[in-house]
C-alpha cells in the first residue's frame, strides 16, 4: 500500500539558510500533520491542514511557514535556520481529523 | 487537553505477552485513545485506537476501563521487534498527536 512520501530524506544546511520540506500523503488523505522530532526528544506538534486549509498550529516558529496544495502535498518552509533547527521532521497523513494518522519516514535536518 | 502517564520503561520477554498501562484520568468524554510506538527514529507507527470499547486488531489489543480513566495496551506475543517507545496518546477534536515521554519496551530473547 502507497504510504506517505517525505523528501528529501536528508538535508544539510548553515546557519540562516532556508529550506523547503516536501509531504506527499497516502492518496485519498486530505488532512496533513507536521512534526518535529530533536535529538533525544519526543515528536512536537508543528502544525497541521485540513482541505487545504491550515486547521491547528503548534510550538512552530515564526520563520517557518507551510501550505497545503491543491493535490494535497504540502511543503515546510523553514527561513533564518538555526542550529536549534536541526531535527526529524516528520510529515503524517490521515482521512479524517479522528482517523488515525500515518507517518512518513521523515526528514533529517542538520544545521551546520 | 488531556494528558497521559506511562511508566519510563519496560522489559518483557521474546514471546510472552506485553501490558503497557497508561493513566489518562482527564480525558473527555469525545477524546480517543491512541497507541503509536517508534523504532529508534523511524515514524512513528500507528498500532491501535478505541473511544470506550476494548478493540483488537492483528497488532494488539487495548483494553479501556470503564470509566475511561486509564487503559492498557496488549502486545500478545512479544518479538525482538517490538522492541520500541510506545507512546498512549488522547487527542483532541483536531486530532494533533501531542506526544508525551512514552514507555521505552524491550523484548529481550
Not at chain 1, 546557519?15 to 485519498?28: D, F, G, S
Not at chain 2, 518483557?12 to 469525545?30: D, K, V, Y
Request: net charge negative; proline share 5%.
Amino acid at each position: 500500500a502507497a504510504g506517505v512520501i517525505q523528501s528529501p530524506r536528508h538535508l544539510i544546511k548553515e546557519k540562516r539558510e532556508t529550506a523547503t520540506l516536501k509531504c506527499y500523503p497516502i492518496p485519498r488523505h486530505d488532512t496533513v500533520y507536521w512534526y518535529q522530532q530533536g535529538p533525544g526528544q519526543d515528536p512536537q506538534f508543528l502544525i497541521s491542514f485540513y482541505e487545504k486549509m491550515q486547521s491547528d498550529k503548534g510550538s512552530i516558529p515564526d520563520r517557518f511557514s507551510a501550505q497545503q496544495f491543491s493535490d494535497y502535498h504540502s511543503e515546510l518552509n523553514m527561513s533564518s535556520l538555526e542550529l536549534g533547527d536541526s531535527a526529524l521532521y516528520f510529515c503524517a497523513s490521515s482521512s479524517d481529523r479522528d482517523q488515525p494518522q500515518h507517518f512518513g519516514d521523515g526528514t533529517r535536518l542538520s544545521i551546520l | 487537553d488531556a494528558k497521559t502517564t506511562q511508566p519510563t520503561s519496560m522489559d518483557c520477554a521474546e514471546g510472552r505477552a506485553a501490558n503497557l498501562p497508561c493513566n489518562h484520568s482527564t480525558i473527555s468524554g469525545n477524546e480517543y485513545v491512541y497507541w503509536y510506538r517508534q523504532i529508534h527514529s523511524q515514524g512513528p507507527q500507528y498500532i491501535i485506537h478505541g473511544l470506550k470499547n476494548n478493540e483488537t486488531n492483528e497488532m494488539a489489543s487495548l483494553i479501556i476501563t470503564e470509566d475511561r480513566k486509564s487503559s492498557t495496551l496488549i502486545l500478545p506475543h512479544a518479538t525482538l521487534r517490538d522492541t520500541a517507545v510506545y507512546y498512549c496518546i488522547v487527542t483532541d477534536s483536531w486530532g494533533k498527536l501531542q506526544f508525551g515521554a512514552g514507555t521505552q519496551v524491550v523484548v529481550t530473547p
